[in-house]
């Protein structure tokens, strides 16, 4: 019979965790490569069968449309701006190659979520700061920032966790194999 609450189920947990958080954080990566083709599906869809949304919030919908247009003016007449966008993807892909290690030994990588939660409360001030100078509206920030606020609360709780697993466990049954 094994213990739900001993070291091993808390790695386990923590180790879920992690993988839902990877999980997440590879998608919004990936989906900043196909931006053309979003916006035009999720412009589409506002303007047909999602068009209740849209009637429901309408800066949304009109966001999302001025938002279509300037990315495929982008993407016909430079699509050389787009490649920053990749560069963002990339940036997402390579955060999550981070967590290999931190999943590996929550412990000794605790950095991991530490720096995690460091770029979770650097969206604020950059969504505050770059919103207006690129004249986004705000609340639109507001959801930049939900990005946030959303990704600290699991690197929090897995943060307590892992402080709860260095308490329990001597470093031999921290680093056994997944």
Known sequence: MSDTNGP?????????????????????????????????????????????????????????????????????????????????????????????GLYRDPVRNIWVIEFGMIACVGIVPLALICGPIRDIPFWWSVVDMSFGVIGILPLLHVRRMIKRLEALTPTALRTSPA
Not at 17 to 30: D, E, K, P, R, T
Not at 70 to 95: E, K, M, N, R, S
């Open 8 to 100: 091993r189920a808390l790695l386990t947990r923590i180790r879920v965790w992690l993988i839902v958080f990877v999980v997440c954080l590879v998608l919004s990566g990936a989906t900043a490569f196909p931006l053309v083709t979003e916006l035009r599906l999720l412009d589409s869809a506002l303007a047909g069968w999602a068009s209740p949304a849209a009637d429901l919030l309408p800066g949304l919908a009109e966001w999302i449309h001025r938002v279509r247009e300037g990315v495929a003016a982008a993407d016909a007449q430079a699509p050389y701006l787009l490649y920053g966008t990749d560069w963002l993807a990339f940036a997402h892909l390579v955060i999550a190659v981070a967590f290999h």
